[in-house]
């Protein structure tokens, strides 16, 4: 049976989560394998909405195994709290395992992290101040704290100690900022890893035992290809190792990529993007706060999950869609918000770039000519009428069926599924997934 990984195709947001607690529903094993809780995804179900940031939203279905792999940087704290508040709410936590060499978001790392962008001013990257980028340079560093660590005193003392030492040196000399106490950070370190131990497992084993069985298996992805290290917008991308691409997916869980069956990703109808970096659809204009507020009334405006930050808006951009699709190897297409675009009266797809007179149609690796780019723009006529009814492509209006088929047409790549809505049931599958 087939182990499938779902990834995000633009810079994030694109409803990664609604679209895994769908396909959960045949998976056996659902895995997180990358990012932090820097990243989010929104699930609406039966029991209401839920705001996730490093369980895996397969937790819904109570017979499903979900797994954090090694590729994730956990704050203990954050976790804990999740688990919390989902029991809170009813949902069964037991399931849920977490590698033990999955890298620990320390205090440092947050101190750090706010820092740093203080410290970059007008350069700043834009990031969540989650701490999540200097746990991973750390982890690069090989002074990375990991879940083992915080089962036993001794190597948490021996792990921390000189990790604390070498950041308080960063903290005052370069920041300027008071250190933090090594005594406390063992003491309260010491109490989340008694409060995790229950959760903490082999993950590999997992996740190999169940595919061997013949059961299915779901590798969910955070943020976005775009935010990736080796091939996003760089220096404004996200720190995770492995990557927020496909790549990243079997190193996240520790199987070898041969494993790995087919790869969905996840690609608004439109484009939103927070945090800084260039967005040559970026779009300031009335259409932008219209796609923004849709749905704010009901919470699923373009705000972030994690952040709250208001996204920011632009046109569907085929050019790095498609070099989206090429890096990640994808076998299908995931197009989520089309009822988003229901009562626009034309929508744009941005089809190729202009660069110094030159038409290009691929995405530059500098990010000083990503940010001269204009975008050479292709119309087609808006639908004007709700989609968020329809369950079948043939219930689409025609209009939404030809922006689909161009969809495919510049992506080179079958959308194999389509959501209308934030609810389960509001969802197309022109082919399945499974």
Same mark, same amino acid.
């Given at each position: 049976?087939?182990?499938?990984?779902?990834?995000?195709?633009?810079?994030?947001?694109?409803?990664?989560?609604?679209?895994?607690?769908?396909?959960?529903?045949?998976?056996?094993?659902?895995?997180?394998?990358?990012?932090?809780?820097?990243?989010?995804?929104?699930?609406?179900?039966?029991?209401?909405?839920?705001?996730?940031?490093?369980?895996?939203?397969?937790?819904?279905?109570?017979? $499903?195994?979900?797994?954090?792999?090694?590729?994730?940087?956990?704050?203990?704290?954050?976790?804990?709290?999740?688990?919390?508040?989902?029991?809170?709410?009813?949902?069964?936590?037991?399931?849920?395992?977490?590698?033990?060499?999955?890298?620990?978001?320390?205090?440092?790392?947050?101190?750090?992290?706010?820092?740093?962008?203080?410290?970059?001013?007008?350069?700043?990257?834009?990031?969540?101040?989650?701490?999540?980028?200097? %746990?991973?340079?750390?982890?690069?560093?090989?002074?990375?704290?990991?879940? /083992?660590?915080?089962?036993?005193?001794?190597?948490?003392?021996?792990?921390? $100690?000189?990790?604390?030492?070498?950041?308080?040196?960063?903290?005052?000399?370069?920041?300027?900022?008071?250190?933090?106490?090594?005594?406390?950070?063992?003491?309260?370190? $010491?109490?989340?890893?008694?409060?995790? $131990?229950?959760?903490?497992?082999?993950?590999?084993?997992?996740?190999?035992?169940?595919?061997?069985?013949?059961?299915?298996?779901?590798?969910?992805?955070?943020?976005?290809?775009?935010?990736?290290?080796?091939?996003?917008?760089?220096?404004?991308?996200?720190?995770?190792?492995?990557?927020?691409?496909?790549?990243?997916? /079997?190193?996240?869980?520790?199987?070898?990529?041969?494993?790995?069956?087919?790869?969905?990703?996840?690609?608004?109808?439109?484009?939103?993007?927070?945090?800084?970096?260039?967005?040559?659809?970026?779009?300031?204009?009335?259409?932008?706060?219209?796609?923004?507020?849709?749905?704010?009334?009901?919470?699923?405006?373009?705000?972030?999950?994690?952040?709250?930050?208001?996204?920011?808006?632009?046109?569907?951009?085929?050019?790095?869609?498609?070099?989206?699709?090429?890096?990640?190897?994808?076998?299908?297409?995931?197009?989520?918000?089309?009822?988003?675009?229901?009562?626009?009266?034309?929508?744009?797809?941005?089809?190729?770039?202009?660069?110094?007179?030159?038409?290009?149609?691929?995405?530059?690796?500098?990010?000083?000519?990503?940010?001269?780019?204009?975008?050479?723009?292709?119309?087609?006529?808006?639908?004007?009428?709700?989609?968020?009814? %329809?369950?079948?492509?043939?219930?689409?209006?025609?209009?939404?069926?030809?922006?689909?088929?161009?969809?495919?047409?510049?992506?080179? %790549?079958?959308?194999?599924?389509?959501?209308?809505?934030?609810?389960?049931?509001?969802?197309?599958?022109?082919?399945?997934?499974?």
């Amino acid at each position: 049976m087939p182990i499938v990984v779902v990834v995000g195709g633009q810079w994030g947001d694109e409803g990664k989560g609604r679209i895994v607690d769908l396909l959960a529903r045949k998976a056996r094993v659902v895995a997180r394998y990358s990012a932090g809780n820097n990243a989010g995804h929104t699930v609406v179900n039966d029991r209401g909405e839920f705001r996730l940031h490093l369980v895996p939203a397969g937790i819904f279905y109570p017979e $499903k195994t979900c797994v954090i792999g090694n590729g994730v940087a956990i704050d203990p704290e954050v976790l804990l709290d999740e688990i919390a508040q989902l029991q809170s709410r009813g949902i069964d936590t037991s399931r849920l395992v977490v590698s033990d060499r999955a890298q620990v978001i320390m205090p440092w790392h947050k101190l750090i992290d706010r820092l740093d962008e203080q410290l970059r001013g007008a350069n700043a990257i834009g990031t969540t101040g989650k701490g999540v980028g200097p %746990c991973f340079v750390d982890k690069v560093a090989r002074r990375g704290i990991r879940v /083992a660590d915080l089962l036993r005193t001794e190597d948490l003392v021996e792990r921390v $100690k000189p990790a604390l030492e070498f950041a308080n040196r960063l903290i005052t000399g370069v920041y300027g900022a008071d250190p933090i106490s090594f005594t406390e950070c063992i003491e309260r370190y $010491k109490e989340f890893g008694q409060r995790l $131990k229950p959760y903490v497992g082999d993950v590999q084993s997992i996740i190999l035992e169940a595919h061997r069985r013949g059961e299915h298996v779901l590798l969910e992805g955070a943020q976005g290809s775009l935010l990736d290290l080796d091939h996003g917008t760089y220096p404004y991308v996200t720190s995770s190792v492995p990557s927020s691409s496909s790549g990243g997916a /079997a190193l996240g869980v520790g199987i070898g990529p041969t494993e790995i069956s087919r790869v969905v990703g996840v690609f608004k109808s439109y484009c939103t993007r927070v945090g800084n970096g260039p967005f040559p659809t970026e779009l300031f204009d009335e259409t932008a706060e219209k796609l923004r507020d849709h749905g704010k009334e009901h919470g699923h405006g373009e705000y972030g999950t994690t952040t709250g930050r208001p996204r920011r808006i632009g046109w569907l951009d085929a050019v790095a869609a498609r070099y989206s699709v090429r890096f990640n190897g994808l076998s299908a297409v995931a197009l989520t918000r089309l009822d988003v675009l229901d009562d626009l009266p034309a929508i744009k797809i941005c089809t190729a770039y202009e660069l110094g007179g030159r038409i290009i149609d691929t995405l530059p690796a500098s990010d000083s000519l990503l940010r001269q780019v204009r975008p050479v723009y292709e119309e087609l006529p808006g639908w004007q009428q709700p989609t968020t009814h %329809c369950r079948s492509f043939d219930d689409l209006p025609p209009q939404a069926k030809a922006f689909v088929r161009r969809v495919e047409e510049l992506l080179q %790549c079958p959308v194999d599924l389509i959501s209308v809505g934030p609810e389960r049931e509001q969802a197309i599958i022109v082919n399945p997934i499974f």
